[in-house]
């Protein structure tokens, strides 16, 4: 049995994780998730400021175990070496399991809100600022509600409710690991007897 130890962000504890039997779990966790047992799994990063922020969440009907990571954390082959071997154990015992990508619905919604909320702020701001409304700042509130609706419609287009989330199987999400440049690491164990 092999185990992935890495820290999360900065300021958490490190987290020790193994698979075994197709079990996955956390030393000092809850109990062990049976891969088998997972009915909806979900994957995103998120970079911001040349940080990234990686989750996957994989739901049963215990709940839903979080696998996080940021790049500031420590031991980011750890991490992605982790989450390639829950996708090979998702392989071999739920090869149906197709994992969503990008937010969940409820951040999909509260991110649509305030893309739609901001954007008619911006638009209100733009319309304060050409019409002189304040008789002072008036190219300040025309510019930052310009920004405002520029950064914050692509962000309600992207989130809308009616957009399905993308799904793969757990291939693809190999795939985009390595993309993301975590080559898949050899595992000592794989093919060797009981020791």
């Given at each position: 049995m092999r185990?992935?130890?890495?820290?999360?962000?900065?300021?958490?504890?490190?987290q020790t994780w193994a698979i075994k039997d197709d079990h996955l779990m956390r030393r000092g966790g809850?109990?062990?998730?049976?891969l088998a047992d997972v009915t909806d799994a979900s994957w995103n990063t998120v970079t911001y400021r040349g940080t990234r922020s990686a989750w996957?969440?994989?739901t049963s009907a215990?709940?839903?175990t979080k696998i996080?990571?940021?790049?500031?954390?420590?031991?980011?082959?750890e991490f992605f070496a982790l989450i390639i071997a829950v996708a090979e154990g998702l392989e071999r015992v739920n090869p149906d399991l197709q994992i969503k990508h990008g937010y969940s619905a409820p951040w999909r919604t509260a991110?649509?809100?305030l893309g739609i909320a901001g954007s008619l702020l911006g638009v209100f701001l733009v319309y304060v600022g050409l019409t002189n409304m304040t008789g002072k700042g008036g190219v300040q509130a025309t510019i930052a509600g310009a920004v405002m609706v520029l950064l914050l419609v692509p962000v309600a287009?992207?989130?809308?409710?009616?957009?399905?989330?993308?799904?793969?199987?757990?291939d693809g999400l190999v795939r985009e690991i390595v993309s993301l440049g975590g080559a898949p690491m050899d595992q000592p164990d794989q093919g060797a007897?009981?020791?």
């Open positions: 185990e992935y130890s890495f820290k999360p962000a900065p300021v958490r504890k490190a809850a109990s062990a998730l049976n996957l969440h994989l215990a709940g839903v996080e990571y940021t790049d500031t954390g420590g031991a980011r082959d991110l649509f809100i287009w992207s989130c809308r409710p009616n957009l399905k989330a993308q799904t793969y199987g757990t007897g009981p020791g």
